[in-house]
C-alpha cells in the first residue's frame, strides 16, 4: 500500500475527468450539514486542519466493480481509481463548492479571515420561490459579510463567477471591491493548495483482498453500519447490489419506509428466516451477505404481506408500533405463509394472536432479538407442522396484563410500547375523530394529535401525579381541529358543545367516542379515577379478543360499554 498526497484542486481535476468513481458497495450520501461544515472550517482555517486520509483502489483494464461518480458530478471518462474509504468527505467538498445542495447555502463569514467561520443557512421554497431570498442576492451576501463557499471551488470557471460576483456585490465601491477580491483570492488559494492523503491499494490487489481491507477498516471502528457492511459482503459474495435490491424492494413495498429503515429491516427479517437472531453479531458473519440474497425473494414477498396486514390491524406508521421487533416478526412469519381461503385466514389469525401479544406483553423488552428469531421458529413449526404452542402464545409464560396493569401505560408520544399497545387498540376499532367523523387510516393521521380526554390543565388543578395526567388511558388521536377546540374544559362541557356546534344526536357522539375504546358515560361523569377503570376494563376486552385472533370492530365496544362501565 502506497501513501501518497493531492491538492484539492489536482482531486476536483481527476472527479470532473471521472478518474475517480465509487464502487458501488458503497453506502450513499450520509452526512449532515453539520459535518459538512466543519470540514469546510478545516480546510480553511489557519493552520489547516487535517481531515484524515482516503483509501483508493487503483484501475487496471478491467475495473474490479461495478462504479458510480460521486454525487453532482459528471459521468463518464476513464476510472483510475475506485474510492474506498473516505466518499461523505470528497462528497461533501465537491457538492458545496459546486453549490449542489439544493435545501442548502454554505457561506465563508469574512470576519476573522484567519479562523474563518462556516455559516450554513436551510434553503425552503414557498409560493414558487425560495426562501431566504438573500441568498441569492449578492450585494445582500456581501452586506452580511458572507461569500458563497461555491466561490472558492479550484478551477478558472469558479475563479470568473467569483470575478462578477465581486462586481454586483460591491456596486461601484471600489475600496469594498479590493477587499473583498484580496479575501477571496486567499481563500481560494487555501482551498486549492489543501493537500489531501491517501493510500492507494494497487490495481494487482484481487477483489476480495480490496473488499476484505474496506470491510476491516469499517468493522474497527465506528464509521460504517451493518447493512453498509453486508452491501460489501454481498458485493464480494454474489457480484450484486444489495443497493439495488432495497430499491427494488422499496418500489414493491412502497409504504415499508413508515415502519423504519427499509435497509435496516430487511437485514433482520433475512436473519430471521435463517433462524438467527436479527443483531449486529448475525450481520457480520463472513457468509450472512450470500445467506441474504438466497432468501431475498421471500423478504419481499413476507414484507409485502406483512405490511398490508399492519395496515389492517390500523398499525400504519412506526408512531403507533408497540414494539420494532413486530415488524420484524411479522416480516418473517408471512414469507411462506399459505394463501387463498381457509388456509390464508387461519394464518391470519394465528399473525393477529402474536402480534397483539407481543404488544401488550415484556416478551421484547430483553433480549429482544434471540426471543424474535424463537418466535419466528416456533410459530411457524405450529402453524405449518402442528408443533406445540409458541412461548409467545402460552398464557403461563407470557402473561398478558391485567386490566389494573393498564393503568401503568405511559404516553403513546414516549414511545412506552404498553402505551403504544393501549392506543393502537383504541384505534383498532374505528378510532373516528370526534370533529370531522374521519375514520383513522395512514391518511388522517398525519392531521391528528395526542389528546388528553381529561384536560392537562384541570388534573393539574386536582395536583394528580404526572403519571396519571399523561397516561395512555387517557390519551386519543384526534384532528389538530378538534385539540384546539376543546382545550381545558371537562368533558362533560366539550363533549355537549361538539354536539350542539354540529348538530350531532348523543348516539352519534357516543359512537365515536365508543371507536376510540371511551366509554361515554364514564366520560361525561367527569371523575376521572371512575374514567380510567371503566376504559382500562373496555380496553383489556378488545386487547383480549385481539390477543385471541379476532377480528374486532366497533360491534365489539358496543356490546361490552355497559359492562364495562358496571365493572368499574
Known amino acids: 500500500m502506497e501513501a501518497r498526497n493531492r491538492k484539492i484542486e489536482e482531486w476536483f481535476q481527476w472527479i470532473a475527468d471521472g478518474a475517480v ?8 450520501e450520509a452526512w449532515g450539514w453539520w459535518q459538512v461544515e466543519g470540514l469546510l472550517e478545516s480546510v480553511l482555517r489557519r493552520p489547516a486542519l487535517p ?32 474510492l474506498l474509504d473516505g466518499q461523505q468527505r470528497m462528497t461533501a467538498l465537491w457538492r458545496s463548492m459546486s453549490g449542489d445542495y439544493e435545501n442548502y447555502a454554505f457561506f465563508v463569514d469574512l470576519k476573522e479571515l484567519e479562523q474563518p467561520d462556516v455559516i450554513t443557512h436551510r434553503r425552503y421554497e414557498k409560493a414558487g420561490k425560495l426562501y431566504p431570498v438573500w441568498c441569492d442576492d449578492n450585494s445582500e451576501v456581501a452586506l452580511r459579510n458572507l461569500v458563497p ?29 479590493m477587499d473583498l477580491n484580496e479575501a477571496i483570492t486567499e481563500l481560494r488559494s487555501r482551498v486549492s493548495n489543501y493537500s489531501l492523503p491517501f493510500l492507494s491499494l494497487p490495481a494487482s490487489t484481487s477483489r476480495e483482498t480490496a473488499l476484505d481491507v474496506f470491510i476491516r477498516m469499517n468493522t474497527q471502528g465506528t464509521a460504517l453500519t451493518a447493512f ?6 454481498v458485493e464480494a459474495d454474489t457480484g450484486t447490489s444489495l443497493h439495488e435490491r432495497v430499491e427494488g424492494l422499496t418500489a414493491l413495498v412502497p409504504t415499508l419506509s413508515r415502519y423504519g429503515d427499509p435497509h435496516e429491516i430487511a437485514l433482520a427479517v433475512g436473519a430471521v ?55 420484524t416478526l411479522m416480516g418473517a412469519y408471512w414469507a411462506d405463509a399459505p394463501e387463498g381461503k381457509d388456509a390464508e385466514g387461519s ?31 416456533e410459530l411457524i413449526a405450529y ?22 396493569a393498564l393503568l401503568t401505560g405511559g404516553w403513546p408520544k414516549t414511545k412506552d410500547r404498553l402505551g403504544r399497545a393501549i392506543l393502537a387498540t383504541s384505534l383498532r ?17 398525519e392531521g391528528r394529535e395526542y389528546h388528553h380526554l381529561f384536560p392537562k390543565a384541570r388534573l393539574e388543578e386536582e395536583e394528580r401525579p404526572r403519571r396519571q395526567i399523561f397516561c395512555a388511558l387517557n390519551c386519543a388521536l384526534v384532528s389538530w381541529r378538534t385539540n384546539r377546540t376543546i382545550g381545558a374544559k371537562p368533558p362533560s362541557v366539550y363533549v355537549a358543545e361538539r354536539a350542539d356546534e354540529v348538530g350531532l344526536p348523543k348516539e352519534e357522539v357516543d359512537r365515536r367516542l365508543r371507536s376510540h375504546c371511551v366509554p361515554p358515560v364514564a366520560l361525561r361523569s367527569d371523575d376521572f379515577d371512575a374514567f380510567l377503570n371503566a376504559r382500562s376494563a373496555l380496553v383489556h376486552h378488545i386487547m383480549t379478543r385481539l390477543c385471541e385472533g379476532h377480528d374486532v370492530g366497533l360491534q365489539d365496544v358496543v356490546e361490552i360499554s355497559a359492562d364495562a362501565v358496571e365493572e368499574a
Open 273 to 327: 428466516l435463517h433462524g438467527r437472531p436479527p443483531n449486529r453479531a448475525t450481520f457480520l458473519r463472513p457468509k450472512f451477505g450470500t445467506e441474504l440474497v438466497e432468501v431475498w425473494g421471500r423478504i419481499e414477498q413476507g414484507l409485502k404481506r406483512a405490511v398490508a396486514f399492519l395496515a389492517d390491524e390500523m398499525i400504519v406508521n412506526h408512531a403507533i408500533l408497540p414494539s420494532d421487533p413486530l415488524v
Open 347 to 377: 394464518a391470519r389469525r394465528l399473525a393477529r394472536q402474536a402480534f397483539w401479544r407481543g404488544a401488550f406483553t415484556e416478551r421484547y423488552q430483553k433480549t429482544s432479538a434471540t426471543r424474535t428469531a424463537q418466535d419466528y421458529r
Open 21 to 28: 468513481v465509487l464502487p458501488r458497495f458503497q453506502r450513499y
Open 429 to 445: 376499532t374505528g378510532g373516528y375523530d370526534f370533529a370531522d367523523e374521519q375514520r383513522f387510516s395512514s391518511m388522517s393521521q
Open 51 to 82: 481531515v484524515g486520509a482516503l483509501l483508493m483502489l487503483e484501475v487496471g483494464d478491467e475495473p474490479p466493480f461495478v462504479a458510480r461518480p460521486i454525487v453532482g458530478a459528471p459521468e463518464g471518462g476513464k476510472a483510475f481509481y475506485h
Open 149 to 177: 463557499i461555491a466561490l472558492l471551488r479550484p478551477g478558472q470557471s469558479a475563479a470568473d463567477q467569483a470575478k462578477v460576483w465581486i462586481k454586483e456585490a460591491s456596486q461601484g465601491d471600489m475600496d469594498r471591491a
Open 383 to 404: 402453524r405449518d407442522r402442528g408443533g406445540p404452542l409458541p412461548i409467545l402464545l402460552n398464557q403461563d409464560e407470557t402473561p398478558l396484563p391485567e386490566a389494573a
Open 228 to 233: 453498509d457492511i453486508v452491501v460489501a459482503q
